[in-house]
């Protein structure tokens, strides 16, 4: 069984359980990162395709994501939010990733590789990172790795950027105590449109075209970032954690029974 299926059907499991629902282990699911699929369970939805929202629920990193090194989400939101609460060692923006993973029919097959030429421009402002996974992994085998605890431990401020659909390391990023930079996409997860800019995230367009002058924004008001960074851990603490999930996927359950899908 692939991760994604696992770490799926082990948080159905818990759901079933916690709630006396056996019959939610039948629920047809969709693993693909665009979603968006009437019927099933997804893990994103297209944006504008606001009908199939009730449908979408948490994905299987919310359990694990073996594939970036991650054995257990609620281990690493801990050791997140551990490190967020140190100083930060560079003054920079982050991101560290595979800059070629998106197929050419999304923007970020142009904005990915983008934000790697806008960060060799700025290097004082910005750390970009192609992490190139090996046999589907990405962990410390491969070049320029960095786990996520590590880069909120050493940087000031994040960046979270769509990939070949929906990003799913936002959620571990609202744990960090650190502003996250957020590049509006295509597709989004349950929880996204909760997310209100400049009260839980600093928003970039999704060309990237305001990235350098929202950073030289959030250099000029210290004070609030540090506002954004708070409330986007109250949001994490609050929303992101395992009984909401067990309860948005009793949820979404619901919504697909009522339409007798399964």
Same mark, same amino acid.
């Given at each position: 069984m692939d991760e994604r299926s696992y770490g799926l059907l082990n948080l159905f499991s818990q759901a079933a359980q916690k709630y006396n629902i056996p019959q939610m282990m039948k629920m047809k699911y969709n693993v693909k990162d665009r979603g968006s699929q009437p019927g !099933? &369970?997804?893990?994103?939805?297209?944006?504008?395709?606001?009908?199939? @929202? $009730?449908?979408?629920? *948490?994905?299987? /990193?919310? +359990?694990?994501?073996?594939? @970036?090194? %991650?054995?257990?989400?609620e281990s690493c939101v801990q050791r997140i939010t551990d490190l967020g609460q140190q100083k930060p060692i560079n003054d920079q923006v982050a991101w560290f990733g595979n800059l070629n993973s998106p197929l050419n029919d999304v923007p970020e097959y142009y904005t990915r590789p983008r934000l790697h030429t806008i960060a060799l421009a700025n290097p004082t402002l910005l750390h970009v990172q192609h992490v190139p996974p090996q046999n589907d992994k990405i962990d410390e085998r491969v070049p320029n790795y960095m786990t996520l605890h590590d880069m909120v431990r050493q940087y000031k401020y994040l960046l979270d950027i769509g990939g070949n659909g929906y990003s799913g390391r936002l959620k571990f990023l609202l744990f960090s105590r650190r *502003? /996250? +930079?957020?590049?509006?996409? !295509? &597709?989004i997860e349950y929880f996204h449109n909760l997310l209100v800019p400049f009260?839980?995230?600093? *928003?970039?367009?999704?060309?990237?075209?305001?990235? /350098?002058?929202? %950073?030289?924004? #959030?250099? #000029?008001? =210290? =004070?609030? $970032?540090? !506002? %954004?960074?708070? @409330?986007? &851990?109250? +949001?994490?603490?609050?929303h992101l954690v395992k009984d909401k999930f067990l309860e948005r996927i009793r949820d979404?359950?619901?919504?697909? @029974?009522?339409k007798a899908t399964f």
């Open positions: !099933e &369970y997804n893990m994103c939805y297209k944006k504008n395709m606001t009908h199939l @929202a $009730c449908t979408v629920g *948490p994905d299987w /990193v919310c +359990f694990w994501w073996k594939s @970036a090194n %991650i054995d257990n989400y *502003p /996250v +930079f957020i590049v509006d996409r !295509e &597709y009260i839980h995230y600093i *928003p970039v367009r999704e060309d990237l075209s305001d990235l /350098v002058d929202k %950073i030289h924004w #959030a250099n #000029a008001h =210290q =004070q609030k $970032c540090q !506002e %954004i960074a708070e @409330a986007a &851990y109250v +949001f994490a603490t609050t979404v359950y619901n919504n697909l @029974a009522t």
